[in-house]
């Protein structure tokens, strides 16, 4: 049977309060700032998931780039084929194109056509619908402006928000190793 629950020792509490602080500080300045901030978080979320395998990090930029461009397209191509096709038939033909460049591109180019573009296709395309529903965050920006400020978000948030992780994890240590030792 599957442990769900471990005792954490004073090292990973001490490292995950780093960390914690870090992400708290961040998220209150991208609130304040008005940032779209899906886009950096995904670029944790997916770099830990990969274990924080640095070699994998071109994996997350390249495929969340990806995926944002997969949703303008697809969001796009929907405005333009609808009129002509109709909504399902339009929707069938373009998710199919969308999912299969994903799913088959991986095998050639797997930095780009990976599980990461498609979790940023999904939310950057709920992102997108909203603003067409007038839900959007910033409803007054055009979908390619959407797309700009979300692929900023992912560069320049992502490598702050990965950097600052990686290095309160190092601060993380450098306490715990302090803290462990007098214990």
């Given amino acids: 049977m599957e442990n769900y629950f471990k005792?954490?020792?004073?090292?990973?509490?001490?490292?995950?309060?780093?960390?914690?602080?870090?992400?708290?500080i961040i998220n209150v300045a991208?609130?304040?700032?008005?940032?779209?901030?899906?886009?950096?978080?995904?670029?944790?979320?997916?770099?830990?998931?990969?274990?924080?395998?640095?070699?994998k990090a071109p994996h997350v930029f390249?495929?969340?780039?990806?995926?944002?461009?997969?949703?303008?397209?697809?969001?796009?191509?929907?405005?333009?084929?609808?009129?002509?096709?109709?909504?399902v038939p339009a929707f069938a033909l373009l998710i199919f194109i969308?999912?299969?460049?994903?799913?088959?591109?991986?095998?050639?180019v797997p930095v780009a056509f990976n599980n990461i573009a498609f979790a940023y296709l999904t939310v950057a395309t709920v992102t997108l619908t909203q603003k067409a529903n007038g839900l959007a965050l910033h409803p007054t920006m055009t979908n390619i402006q959407v797309v700009i400020d979300e692929l900023l978000v992912l560069f320049v948030g992502g490598a702050i928000?990965?950097?600052?992780?990686?290095?309160?994890?190092?601060?993380?240590?450098?306490?715990?190793?302090?803290?462990?030792r007098t214990a």
């Fill in 30 to 55: 991208a609130s304040y700032l008005g940032v779209i901030g899906w886009p950096m978080w995904f670029v944790t979320i997916s770099f830990f998931l990969m274990n924080g395998d640095l070699k």
């Fill in 7 to 24: 005792k954490a020792d004073k090292t990973e509490i001490i490292i995950n309060s780093c960390v914690a602080v870090f992400m708290t």
């Fill in 161 to 180: 928000i990965l950097g600052g992780a990686l290095l309160f994890i190092k601060i993380g240590t450098k306490i715990a190793s302090k803290v462990v």
């Fill in 62 to 87: 390249v495929g969340g780039t990806l995926g944002i461009f997969l949703s303008w397209g697809l969001v796009s191509g929907l405005n333009f084929l609808t009129p002509i096709l109709g909504p």
């Fill in 98 to 108: 969308v999912l299969f460049a994903i799913i088959v591109g991986g095998s050639w």
